[in-house]
């Protein structure tokens, strides 16, 4: 949606979209001149890589859970953290191209005794990645707009509300009129869809927070 809105702003620019995941993988291509902008959770980079960007608040998206149709939490229309006491998700662990996502789920279940689920091969495309965690059972920690995907429910988490932040950024001291368009295009959405409101008592680090608050 921020692409499409920017492409409206800008006819006269090519934006070419390019579907990866983590921005881990993306922050490094973005420093070696390989990519212009990505979006993502800008918290979970390693300082130095952080202070060759700049970023510019998105959207904070509430967290979800992605269960089989067999799990007993499936039923549910919503998942209290405090009924994830003692139960394994997968989180990425082990997929060096969204280590800041790991991170973030490291936060999150520590402070509610999530087991974090051990590492699994990098799956491509939506039948690899099914086929993975059918093989491993565990419910996959996701966000609430994740893709459908077949045998399984999406189900909000709750008590408190998590989020995980998004950012754009793009290499410090880059100006271009298309991450202009893009910058403009977040700031209409958020504005109009609530993008940056946070739920009451909603659970995110400090860190992502300040950052988050941060307009470069």
């Given at each position: 949606?921020?692409?499409?809105?920017?492409?409206?702003?800008?006819?006269?620019?090519?934006?070419?979209?390019?579907?990866?995941?983590?921005?881990?993988?993306?922050?490094?291509?973005?420093?070696?001149g390989?990519?212009d902008?990505?979006?993502?959770?800008?918290?979970g980079?390693?300082?130095?890589?952080?202070?060759?960007?700049?970023?510019?608040?998105?959207?904070?998206?509430?967290?979800?859970?992605?269960?089989?149709?067999?799990?007993?939490?499936?039923?549910?229309?919503?998942?209290?953290?405090?009924e994830?006491?003692?139960?394994?998700v997968?989180a990425?662990?082990?997929?060096?191209?969204?280590?800041?996502?790991?991170?973030?789920?490291?936060?999150?279940?520590?402070?509610?005794?999530?087991?974090?689920?051990p590492?699994?091969?990098?799956?491509?495309?939506v039948?690899?990645?099914?086929?993975?965690?059918?093989?491993?059972?565990?419910?996959?920690?996701?966000?609430?707009?994740?893709?459908?995907?077949?045998?399984?429910?999406?189900?909000?988490?709750?008590?408190?509300v998590?989020?995980?932040?998004?950012?754009?950024?793009?290499?410090?001291g880059?100006?271009?009129?298309?991450?202009?368009?893009?910058?403009?295009a977040?700031?209409?959405?958020?504005?109009?869809?609530?993008w940056?409101?946070?739920?009451?008592?909603?659970?995110l680090?400090?860190?992502?927070?300040s950052?988050?608050?941060?307009?470069s």
């Amino acid at each position: 949606r921020v692409l499409g809105r920017a492409r409206e702003l800008v006819p006269e620019c090519e934006l070419m979209a390019r579907f990866e995941s983590g921005l881990t993988w993306a922050a490094a291509e973005i420093l070696a001149g390989r990519l212009d902008a990505s979006f993502g959770r800008a918290a979970g980079l390693a300082p130095a890589v952080r202070a060759g960007l700049s970023t510019h608040p998105v959207r904070y998206e509430p967290m979800a859970l992605m269960l089989p149709l067999s799990h007993p939490l499936a039923e549910r229309e919503t998942v209290a953290l405090a009924e994830l006491s003692g139960e394994t998700v997968y989180a990425g662990a082990g997929n060096e191209r969204t280590r800041e996502w790991t991170d973030l789920a490291a936060s999150l279940f520590a402070e509610w005794d999530i087991v974090m689920a051990p590492p699994v091969p990098l799956a491509v495309g939506v039948a690899e990645f099914q086929r993975v965690m059918e093989k491993g059972g565990h419910p996959v920690l996701a966000v609430v707009d994740f893709p459908p995907m077949p045998g399984t429910v999406l189900r909000p988490l709750v008590d408190p509300v998590p989020l995980s932040p998004v950012s754009l950024v793009w290499r410090k001291g880059l100006r271009h009129p298309g991450v202009d368009a893009l910058r403009n295009a977040t700031d209409q959405l958020a504005l109009a869809e609530g993008w940056l409101v946070r739920p009451s008592g909603a659970w995110l680090p400090e860190s992502d927070l300040s950052l988050m608050r941060n307009r470069s």
